[in-house]
């Protein structure tokens, strides 16, 4: 399987797909001025308790107050708090963790009013980003995430993942971070240092180490609520969750972007620093490498995925429905009902994975697949969900199909789901439905362009249309695209965009900045 990665950086959004074998898998969108996302570390104030709850709301700037469950504490939550505490008490002196003496763990089946109270001011990290209506969730086991470990301050355990299954390289890897690891700094290794080198655990170590000795003194000088402790980007973030050794080529639009992800990827795996190219081509990168057209086709309610058979995905506030249909695929009569309905869950099957890790669906998720009778294909689909889901990285848990023919998922959520719209609004008529004679369109486009050269003495710009627009303008000899060059100077560039609907424009000048031509212009 061949991996690739495409980063598309626009003014106010960085979006990131990830390809496998060619098919869009992963899409992630962030603003460039996001913030609360998964990782960050804020020193807030408790606003309230609910000891109903046993959870308090916690203020960390967020339009709503962010929640922190008593069991999200953390056990050594008295020893944060005692940190807290002495580094707002002697602002000339930052303490240090290495040199002090842990408090005693608090009790796993204590009361959330035991520990806090109303105005207390406390250190706490984005456990899960806001969804829908709900404020962000927090905890107070504070952690710091690299490559090939976790770092857990307040800590002295050193915990080995699950996945390595080998006993002498898990008994490796733990005598290897005890004998290197600073005093009250937990570690958690990852799968992926398996077979990693001394040198690249300790290098990771000592950054993610110095990284919260650089960050941490921020709470004696900036007042509450502050941002103590900003996770990686979202690029960076993808990338070191995701990077494995199927990675062919990554590519990047922007310059400043793709250096920051060559250095990253330089540092965990020098081998691989030449997959990360530069994108300069005329085409958006997007459609370049066919993820938009992915994008439209996968994000409706409706997703078609092989011979006919079709999905439909229902949202609601409780959980996703997936229904399974056969649509009007051929049947094979002598396969029979029974054959015929196994080929069609088998195939859901592959693209519902899909779909999970595309639009990062969390929560319940129910699947209503064709009725089958046979234990035997019963069993044969619950164990090739299994294998489909087994490299997404959300954890998840799935039940075998009910007597009803339904299959129940539970995802986990920690981002809001990835929603895209596939239907386009009219942008000429605005849903009036009446437009001007789509004849004239090429006359209009060509009357706003003379006032953008001649009156606005706008030289150097890109004209974004639909691409079926584009081929028109491109045909013949001369094309109308050389007419206006040569009338109008060779900076006038026609780039087809396939996100645009018909007849649908965007000017952008030398810089990326929209230049907002929309007023009505007479032709003649």
Known sequence: ????????????????????????????????????????????????????????????????????????????????????????????????????????????????SDVLKPGQEILVQIAKEPISTKGPRLTAELSLAGRFLVVIPFNDKVSVSQKIKSKEE???????????????????????????????????????VKRWEDNLPKIQKNKLPTLVFEETGRIVAL???????????????????????????????PDKKNIVKSYDGGLPIFDNFNVTKQVK??????????????????????????????????????????????EVNSAAAEEIARQLRLRDMGGIIVIDFIDMTEGEHKAQLMAKMQELMANDRAKHNILPLSKFGLMQITRQRVRPEMEISTTEACPTCFGKGEIRPSILFTDTLRMKI?????????????????????????????????????????????????????LEYHFMDENGEEIDMKQDFEVK
Not at 65 to 72: G, K, P, V
Not at 259 to 269: G, L, R
Not at 320 to 340: F, I, L, Y
Request: glycine share 6%.
């Open 1 to 112: 399987m061949n991996s690739e990665l495409i980063v598309d950086v626009q003014p106010n959004e960085v979006s990131i797909a990830v390809l496998e074998d060619k098919k869009l898998v992963e899409l992630q969108k962030e603003g460039r001025d996001a913030s609360y996302a998964v990782g960050n570390i804020y020193a807030g104030k408790v606003k309230k308790l609910m000891p109903g709850l046993n959870a308090a709301f916690v203020d960390i700037g967020y339009k709503k107050d962010a929640f922190l469950h008593y069991l999200d504490l953390g056990a050594q939550f008295k020893s944060v708090d005692k940190f807290y505490k002495q580094a707002l008490a002697d602002k000339k002196k930052f303490p240090n963790i290495s040199k002090m003496k842990m408090e005693a763990d608090i009790d796993k089946n204590g009361s959330i």
């Open 170 to 208: 898990r008994a490796r890897l733990r005598q290897l971070i005890q004998s290197i690891k600073p005093k009250n700094f937990g570690v958690i290794v990852r799968t992926v240092a398996e077979g990693k080198k001394v040198a690249d655990l300790d290098t990771e170590l000592k950054t993610l």
């Open 239 to 269: 990338l070191r969750d995701i990077f494995n050794p199927t990675f062919q080529e990554i590519h990047v639009n922007d310059l400043d972007t793709c250096n920051q992800i060559k250095d990253y990827i330089s540092f965990i795996a």
């Open 297 to 342: 086709a996968l994000f409706g309610k409706t997703v078609t995925f092989r011979n006919g058979a079709y999905l439909i995905l229902e949202h609601t506030e409780a959980l996703h429905v997936v229904d399974v249909n056969s649509g009007n695929r051929s049947k094979n009569p002598e396969a029979g009902q029974e054959n015929n309905a196994w």
């Open 450 to 502: 003379s006032y953008l050269v001649k009156d606005l003495k706008v030289k150097n710009f890109k004209l974004y249309i639909h691409p079926y627009v584009a081929a028109f303008i491109n045909k013949g000899f001369p094309s109308l695209k050389w007419q206006w060059k040569w009338r109008y100077g060779m900076g006038v560039k026609i780039i087809p965009n396939q996100n645009l609907a018909f």
